[in-house]
């Protein structure tokens, strides 16, 4: 098919060419083995598609059926040249998932001898073939099929966020709190889908995510050996949102009301008015309009609205977790017609008013879990859908708030509350090191598994060299490091075996803590923590970053569990460790020398 240029201009931003041109599934999947598609999370945020659709689209190719065009925008990304999908994430994975072999149509699977680069994976071992397989020739038919591709060159991010607006909006294809978000740069935009991924753990570290990468945090049906089942999302687990409601984003949806209401005093009314006028809609509501919370956000903080947030969510999950059971059946044992995410919403807003509002704590979560059991059984009026009007959800909460105080206490203890790491916060991290293995290290501990009393200072140095390399990845870098973590699970073997530490698993992650050997070492927490920031500062890192390193360090407790964490940042350039440079190559941590150095500093523009 002929390539057809031409120039657009879209909401009043520049110019842009735009071509046209028809291009094969194996070009396009040529492009996907050479890691060129990019997605952008601020509007792509969600693989979601079930095994069922991507069938019927295979289905539609076989049957040589006109597929929806393909919108792409060239962009440069980490020194190289990539397509950024703005429209056709879904069907580009359907298409390459079924090429390797993820799931089968009509019971039969592609023959991975058809395309020269399935073939090589395949004698190469990264790729298996599975039984029975298609016809070559028709395997080779969809290989050939030509799809519709539009590339926007020289656009810049302003016009690919207003032409995924529009082409969502027109056609419906996203859901209204989709359309607020997509490309939104509103403050309270940035929460939510922070939040909202953290709660479902596909979070990213970063906006920009490999197409490659995307299906290790997509939401799935079905039990696969990656991605994330939706029936394990906290939402869904707990009946409060159904699976299609979290596949149409109505868990961000939840999670912008929630937000609202631990910003705005007094409470403001919920509903489509308020929360268009959150995302800048000047038709809406000036209680909650873009401006008076980004005030808000000023005087609060966006990074203690969040811990709020966490903290709240972190002690219901954890409540339920004692209760044995899920928040819909546990709090409502009768029949009940009110909707559960309203009266989820009060109960969450009461427990975080106990909490940050009135300076309480839980007395126990078990005593917590007995008072929320049967608790929607009892006399208090929760409106259906529809607008909610501040009056009314105001003395709904001060209700409950009244049902729950018992079960709370005065806290003072800094100390403690410097040690109290966000479960979900911590988890939705730890996820990250499946996308961005270059900016995340995992260390079991900082002695040797089989002698707990041993600090082992080559391996601390270890740690240094590589948060050096994390700062050299590029400007504006920021790593993650966890210590006593084990990503192996013959490491968490050794641990119990040692020292009789029973790890606790998220995903294929140990959580062994370093609790034991601070116990063998005969240290406390906060001995540890100054004799460590003396370690960072004195070692073979330079003076700047090795201050920069250890103003990052702190310990936290994630379950009965004691790790620590270094999030080691880029400075205005290249940092050295004991005299020379190094870079992260994956999960590898290389010297960098000769011409290397030269493109390494070209990455620190300033």
């Known amino acids: 098919m002929a390539s057809l240029g031409m120039g657009v201009r879209v909401a009043g931003v520049e110019s842009t060419e735009l071509s046209v041109t028809g291009e094969s599934v194996q070009q396009l999947y040529s492009d996907y083995i050479q890691n060129r598609f990019l997605i952008n999370r601020r509007y792509q945020r969600k693989l979601v598609w079930a095994v069922e659709e991507k069938q019927k689209l295979i289905d539609s190719v076989v049957k040589r059926l006109p597929i929806p065009l393909i919108l792409l925008a060239e962009s440069q990304h980490e020194g190289m040249a990539r397509l950024e999908v703005i429209d056709g994430l879904q069907r580009l994975n359907a298409l390459f998932s079924f090429i390797e072999n993820e799931f089968p149509v009509d019971g039969k699977y592609f023959d991975l001898e058809t395309l020269a680069d399935t073939k090589y994976a395949k004698d190469h071992g990264s790729l298996t073939q599975s039984e ?48 607020r978000q997509a490309g939104s740069t509103v403050e309270i935009a940035g929460l939510v889908r922070r939040l909202s991924a953290a709660v479902r753990g596909d979070a990213s570290l970063t906006d920009y995510v490999s197409l490659q990468d995307m299906p290790k945090i997509s939401i799935t049906n079905r039990e696969l050996d990656y991605g994330i089942f939706d029936a394990e999302i906290f939402w869904v687990k ?88 899920p928040y819909s059946s546990w709090t409502v044992t009768q029949q009940n017609p009110r909707g559960v995410p309203r009266h989820f919403h009060a109960l969450f807003v009461a427990v975080a008013q106990l909490l940050h509002d009135d300076q309480q704590k839980v007395k126990s979560k078990e005593s917590f879990a007995a008072a929320l059991k049967g608790f929607w059984d009892k006399d208090l009026s929760v409106p259906g859908g529809g607008n909610w009007g501040s009056d009314r959800k105001s003395s709904l909460i001060e209700a409950v708030k009244g049902y729950l ?33 270059a900016l995340f290290e995992l260390k079991q501990g900082f002695c040797r598994i ?66 034991h050997e601070l116990d063998a070492m005969g240290k406390s927490i906060d001995e540890h923590f100054r004799w460590l920031i003396d370690a960072i500062k004195n070692s073979k890192l330079e003076p700047r970053f090795a201050n920069s390193l250890a103003s990052t360090l ?53």
Request: contains cysteine; charged residues 25%.
């Open 450 to 515: 089989n002698a707990a009393s041993e600090f082992d200072k080559g391996s601390f140095e270890k740690i240094l060299k590589i948060a050096s390399a994390m700062a050299n990845t590029r400007a504006e870098a920021k790593g993650v490091i966890f210590i006593g973590v084990a990503d192996d699970a013959t490491d968490a073997a050794a641990i119990e075996r040692f020292s009789g530490v029973q790890s606790h698993r998220i995903a294929d992650f140990h959580i062994t803590g370093t609790q």
């Open 405 to 437: 105080r018992s079960h709370f206490e005065p806290t003072q203890n800094e100390h403690e509350l410097r040690l109290q790491e966000h479960a979900l916060q911590f988890e939705s991290t730890l996820r990250m090191s499946l996308t961005e293995e």
């Open 238 to 325: 707990h009946g409060i949102l159904s699976r299609d409601a979290v596949r149409e984003s109505r868990d961000e949806e939840l999670v912008l009301d929630l937000l609202l209401d631990l910003v705005i005093r007094p409470l403001a009314p919920s509903g489509s008015e308020y929360r268009n006028a959150a995302y800048g809609d000047e038709r809406g509501s000036s209680t909650t309009s873009a401006s008076a919370i980004r005030s808000r956000l000023l005087t609060i903080g966006q990074g203690e609205i969040e811990r709020r947030f966490m903290e709240t969510l972190d002690l219901i999950e954890e409540t339920l977790d004692v209760a044995g059971a």
């Open 132 to 179: 029975p397989v298609w016809d070559r020739s028709a395997c080779r038919d969809l290989t050939n099929y030509q799809l519709p591709v539009s590339t926007y060159r020289s656009a810049s991010e302003s016009s690919v966020d207003e032409v995924f607006r529009r082409i969502n909006s027109s056609g419906r294809h996203l859901s209204l709190q989709e359309i």
């Open 554 to 606: 702190s310990p936290f407790r994630y379950r009965d569990y004691v790790l620590w964490k270094m999030e080691p940042a880029a400075l205005n350039s290249p940092v050295m460790y004991d005299g020379k440079f190094f870079i992260r190559n994956g999960p590898n941590t290389d010297e960098v020398t000769g011409a290397g150095l030269i493109e390494m500093v070209r990455r620190f523009p300033s």
